[in-house]
């Protein structure tokens, strides 16, 4: 049962415009949300988070932004850049008949931009 | 601040053999979480760890095993290695009560 879905393996898109990535969730007691960006052979790399309490977060050229209600949450890169060509985890926690510090990954998308 | 350290970055093993991976959290971070990422499956949880006590546990078979030490710093181990080990482990820490959890560069072991 995955719990986080990136339903989109790969996105493509073209240096300077908007990347925005996907992610859904279906268990109700996930009340924080991360993104990662992950280059191959490489530890995933802190993004951006949101606590459930917001429905958008900014930083920088990245804002995350939550909608509870119908359990999605997405990522904006505005302006995208070459550099920013990996792969994208959307991840969650919350208290689930233990502690929260558990992290349930999507299966990730894989971003290229093309300069 | 250093980042997460995890040693060591890559080994091969044969079927049967047992493996211990190493990770130094960051210093101060007192939480220590570990993952498996295989192709076919993603990042999967395998079990946390603060203050030397398990606090969660992925569905993993008890062949997979932790601890933590007093200086926070942590080993996971895998005994009678199956094929199907092998895979990128990544280990994260962080610093309670929050939740942003930092990553290691993660081991790559080989099972043959």
């Given at each position: 049962?995955?719990?986080?879905?990136?339903?989109?393996?790969?996105?493509?898109?073209?240096?300077?415009?908007?990347?925005?990535?996907?992610?859904?969730?279906?268990?109700?007691?996930?009340?924080?949300?991360?993104?990662?960006?992950?280059?191959?052979?490489?530890?995933?790399?802190?993004?951006?988070?949101?606590?459930?309490?917001k429905d958008?977060?900014?930083?920088?050229?990245?804002?995350?932004?939550?909608?509870?209600?119908?359990?999605?949450?997405?990522?904006?890169?505005?302006?995208?850049?070459?550099?920013?060509?990996?792969?994208?985890?959307?991840?969650?926690?919350?208290?689930?008949?233990?502690?929260?510090?558990?992290?349930?990954?999507?299966?990730?998308?894989?971003?290229?931009?093309?300069? | 601040?250093?980042?997460?350290?995890?040693?060591?970055?890559?080994?091969?093993?044969?079927?049967?053999?047992?493996?211990?991976?190493?990770?130094?959290?960051?210093?101060?971070?007192?939480?220590v979480?570990?993952?498996?990422?295989?192709?076919?499956?993603?990042?999967?949880?395998?079990?946390?760890?603060?203050?030397e006590?398990?606090?969660?546990?992925?569905?993993?078979?008890?062949?997979?095993?932790?601890?933590?030490?007093?200086?926070?710093?942590?080993?996971?181990?895998?005994?009678?290695?199956?094929?199907?080990?092998?895979a990128?482990?990544?280990?994260?820490?962080?610093?309670?009560?929050?939740?942003?959890?930092?990553?290691?560069?993660?081991?790559?072991?080989?099972?043959?």
């Amino acid at each position: 049962d995955q719990q986080v879905k990136q339903n989109s393996p790969s996105l493509s898109v073209q240096e300077g415009r908007i990347s925005i990535l996907n992610c859904d969730y279906t268990n109700s007691m996930f009340d924080y949300f991360l993104w990662y960006k992950k280059y191959p052979a490489e530890g995933p790399t802190f993004l951006i988070s949101i606590s459930s309490i917001k429905d958008k977060n900014e930083d920088g050229r990245f804002t995350v932004f939550l909608n509870k209600s119908a359990k999605h949450l997405s990522l904006h890169i505005v302006p995208s850049q070459p550099g920013d060509s990996a792969v994208y985890f959307c991840a969650a926690s919350g208290w689930s008949g233990g502690s929260n510090y558990k992290l349930t990954f999507g299966k990730g998308t894989l971003l290229t931009v093309n300069p | 601040k250093a980042g997460v350290t995890q040693t060591p970055r890559y080994l091969i093993k044969t079927r049967g053999q047992q493996v211990t991976l190493s990770c130094s959290p960051i210093s101060g971070h007192r939480s220590v979480s570990w993952y498996q990422q295989t192709p076919g499956q993603g990042l999967q949880f395998l079990f946390e760890y603060f203050s030397e006590t398990q606090r969660n546990k992925g569905n993993f078979p008890g062949r997979f095993s932790g601890r933590q030490f007093s200086n926070s710093r942590s080993e996971m181990n895998v005994s009678t290695l199956e094929l199907g080990d092998s895979a990128l482990y990544l280990c994260a820490s962080s610093l309670p009560p929050q939740e942003t959890q930092y990553f290691g560069p993660g081991t790559r072991l080989l099972v043959l």
